[in-house]
């Protein structure tokens, strides 16, 4: 692959390209408008309603918001991970280390039947994701710190046309986004405000009944309505160490001491471990050719090469890009050139990586 396609692949893929920015609505507009500079965790944008970005690469700080479901799971029936030597064992989830995390939250829920979550990552820090569909219709929930809620609703404001409604007793504003997209605004609770944004294909009628349906719950009932495959922050250990089953581990790298904020999806979560071992097998890879260490780099070289062959990058590549952006700037640091371009790519210049 030759310079300029890498240049190509990581430009498409780039949330901060002013063409891009035009064309964004949802979560991405508002990321790049309201978003922290400094990254928390790193997104990976997926395929569809919200996910709108032409592949994955490492951007802004974004982490979970507010879930919405209709069938509260007693029993989320998770997959026990099969045991490994060369990884430290997982430790036991604890739900109460759950809860307490889950209590700072929103915790709405939409108590409508058919509603499905697509995606979910993060809801340890303070602005959120969650994107959830029912057929053709698309709904995403964003929140953020309530000291940006009077500059982000004034911004929206002159040219939504707001109008006054509650959210699950709170006090809101629908602004419209086009003439079938509406965003509504809820005023900050908690020291956090929150933003429902639809898909295309609504009515005014139709986002008002559904803002009927929307509910404030307890922790318990908030974690009960998270699909199996979300990962809560009492079992980050347990999970890296399935995400890594078949990855090589660089040297120095302490698996035991990843952490991953808040509560992720599968794909986001994978995207997370998987691109800071990639990172730190760059990292290795760089250090051993300073060295002269020609064995060191020949395996940093073979460990990224593998990557064609990681099986959680296998289970992701229907979902997003993810997995072709890691494989290419993978393979291109194993030939031997190295552009600092990876960083960006993969998220290596995070504090977390």
Not at 29 to 45: A, N, R
Not at 221 to 237: C, D, G, I, K
Request: glycine fraction near 10%; include cysteine.
């Amino acid at each position: 692959m030759s310079d300029e396609e890498l240049d190509r692949m990581v430009h498409d893929a780039d949330p901060y390209r002013t063409d891009l920015i035009e064309r964004l609505g949802g979560a991405e507009q508002t990321l790049l408008e309201e978003i922290m500079s400094t990254p928390v965790l790193v997104p990976v944008p997926k395929k569809g309603f919200a996910r709108r970005f032409a592949g994955a690469v490492a951007a802004a700080a974004v982490v979970t918001g507010v879930i919405g479901a209709t069938t509260l799971l007693g029993d989320r029936g998770r997959e026990n991970p099969a045991p490994s030597t060369a990884l430290p064992s997982a430790h036991s989830g604890d739900y109460q280390f759950d809860l307490m995390a889950a209590e700072k939250l929103p915790r709405l829920l939409i108590g409508e039947p058919g509603w499905k979550i697509t995606t979910v990552y993060g809801f340890a820090a303070q602005t959120g994701t969650i994107e959830f569909v029912d057929g053709n219709r698309q709904i995403e929930m964003n929140w953020y710190p309530e000291e940006r809620y009077r500059s982000f609703y004034d911004k929206r404001a002159r040219d939504g046309k707001p109008s006054a409604t509650t959210v699950a007793g709170t006090p809101a504003h629908i602004l419209s986004y086009g003439a079938s997209e509406f965003g509504v605004l809820v005023q900050p609770r908690d020291g956090a405000y929150v933003e429902i944004r639809t898909g295309s294909g609504w009515t005014r009628a139709g986002v008002e009944a559904l803002l009927k349906k929307v509910e404030r719950v307890d922790a318990a009932a908030f974690l009960a309505a998270m699909p199996p495959e979300v990962v809560t922050p009492s079992e980050v250990r347990e999970q890296v160490r399935k995400v890594l089953t078949d990855v090589p581990i660089p040297p120095g790298f302490d698996v035991a001491a990843v952490r991953v904020d808040g509560a992720n999806d599968a794909y986001q979560f994978g995207a997370e471990v998987t691109g800071r071992v990639t990172c730190a097998w760059i990292g290795e890879w760089i250090r051993a050719d300073k060295a002269g260490d020609a064995a060191a780099t020949g395996r940093a070289a073979e460990a990224l090469r593998s990557s064609t062959r990681w099986r959680v990058l296998e289970e992701m590549e229907a979902q997003g890009a993810w997995p072709k952006v890691l494989r290419e700037v993978a393979a291109q640091v194993a030939s031997g050139d190295v552009d600092n371009g990876y960083q960006g790519a993969l998220g290596c210049d995070s504090p977390n990586r």
